[in-house]
């Protein structure tokens, strides 16, 4: 509407005793207020360009102001999704490079353990060598201590069967010169 009317009804009673007759009359107040016209039908009128013009360049300018504050706050999203990016970046890069130099650790450490125990393996197979080696010595020294020991024994039973022989003997001789100083 291009008119506002605003009507305000008041109707005051006032008592009795305050009017010289007996029913109060009521007050009617009608007030009217005519607002600049937003549009109007006749668009050659110079009041209504000038004040559609300013309606117009106030919109403009609050939607210019609008436009840079989302700009500004689209540049700040940027900036801070820009940041968080790079902060992603650097973050994975350096787990990258943890797990690359624990990858790197767990292959010296597999290394080095397969390294010891190639070692421990051949120390183990250069005992078992020589112990090889010390029982082959000993059943030789064991084979060859039972031969000087059945020599000794053969030699022992040797001398003992020679002892014998040679008391025999010597029990003969004995005999037999006793035979013959008997016999003249």
């Not at 009217?32 to 000038?50: E, F, G, K, N």
């Not at 300013?54 to 540049?75: N, V, Y």
């Not at 005992?127 to 059943?139: I, P, T, Y």
């Not at 003997?169 to 010169?177: F, K, N």
């Given at each position: 509407l291009s008119l506002q009317t605003i009507v305000c009804y008041f109707s005051l009673s006032l008592y009795r005793s305050s009017w010289p007759s007996r029913a109060s009359p009521p007050f009617f107040f009608f007030l009217m207020i005519r607002r600049p016209p937003r549009s109007t039908l006749s668009s050659s009128s110079a009041a209504s360009d000038v004040y559609k013009r300013q309606e117009l360049s106030d919109k403009q300018a609050s939607l210019k102001k609008r436009e840079r504050k989302a700009e500004e706050k689209q540049s700040a999203l940027d900036a801070k999704s820009q940041e968080l990016?790079?902060?992603?970046?650097?973050?994975?890069?350096?787990?990258?490079?943890?797990?690359?130099?624990?990858?790197?650790?767990?292959?010296?450490?597999?290394?080095d353990a397969e390294k010891r125990e190639k070692e421990l393996s051949d120390k183990q197979a250069?005992?078992?060598?020589?112990?090889r080696k010390a029982e082959e010595k000993q059943?030789?020294?064991?084979a060859k201590s039972q031969e000087l020991a059945d020599?000794?024994?053969a030699a022992t039973a040797d001398a003992q069967q020679r002892e014998?022989?040679?008391a025999d003997r010597q029990a003969a001789l004995?005999?037999?010169t006793q035979k013959r100083e008997k016999d003249p």
């Amino acid at each position: 509407l291009s008119l506002q009317t605003i009507v305000c009804y008041f109707s005051l009673s006032l008592y009795r005793s305050s009017w010289p007759s007996r029913a109060s009359p009521p007050f009617f107040f009608f007030l009217m207020i005519r607002r600049p016209p937003r549009s109007t039908l006749s668009s050659s009128s110079a009041a209504s360009d000038v004040y559609k013009r300013q309606e117009l360049s106030d919109k403009q300018a609050s939607l210019k102001k609008r436009e840079r504050k989302a700009e500004e706050k689209q540049s700040a999203l940027d900036a801070k999704s820009q940041e968080l990016a790079d902060k992603e970046a650097a973050a994975t890069a350096d787990a990258q490079h943890r797990e690359k130099e624990l990858a790197d650790r767990q292959a010296a450490l597999d290394a080095d353990a397969e390294k010891r125990e190639k070692e421990l393996s051949d120390k183990q197979a250069s005992l078992k060598k020589r112990e090889r080696k010390a029982e082959e010595k000993q059943s030789a020294l064991d084979a060859k201590s039972q031969e000087l020991a059945d020599k000794e024994a053969a030699a022992t039973a040797d001398a003992q069967q020679r002892e014998q022989d040679l008391a025999d003997r010597q029990a003969a001789l004995e005999a037999d010169t006793q035979k013959r100083e008997k016999d003249p």
